[in-house]
């Protein structure tokens, strides 16, 4: 009888350790490292945080989970220098892309293609039945 229960992380350590493993050696050909490195950037203006980014790299691609500035500092530039952070962390690190998630209809949208974002995809129906796109960028 299988039975499933809550696992431990050092469950999932020995189970990956062997079993994951294998299965990337199928998939890209060699054992590869899944290590996760995130990042938190602030951009400060007169002592005050005026927008922030963060995210995470994992297996050479970046992926921004949150970027947001003041609305009083919007059109200066303050979004782009935080995306430039972002992907200056990552390829420092040898990443190869940037990816996020936004809602499809949203007017962030503008930014993220001025910043070179390009659509890649769409989630319909996604967080709270909201349809999103998903935006990738090379790292050059």
Do not use: C
């Not at 782009?80 to 390829?91: D, I, P, Y």
């Amino acid at each position: 009888m299988i039975i499933i229960s809550k696992a431990t992380k050092k469950d999932i350590d020995n189970f990956s350790e062997k079993e994951w493993n294998r299965i990337d050696k199928i998939h890209y050909g060699r054992g590869v490292v899944w290590k996760e490195q995130k990042f938190i950037f602030k951009a400060t203006e007169d002592g005050k945080t005026v927008g922030l980014v963060s995210g995470k790299l994992e297996a050479g691609v970046v992926y921004i989970g949150m970027i947001v500035t003041v609305e009083s500092a919007r059109g200066k530039g303050v979004g782009r220098m935080l995306v430039g952070k972002a992907e200056q962390f990552g390829k420092r690190r040898g990443a190869h892309k940037m990816w996020l998630i936004t809602g499809k209809d949203w007017p962030e949208n503008a930014f993220y293609k001025k910043t070179g974002f390009k659509i890649e995809g769409v989630l319909p129906d996604h967080h709270y039945h909201t349809d999103f796109v998903i935006y990738t960028k090379p790292i050059k």
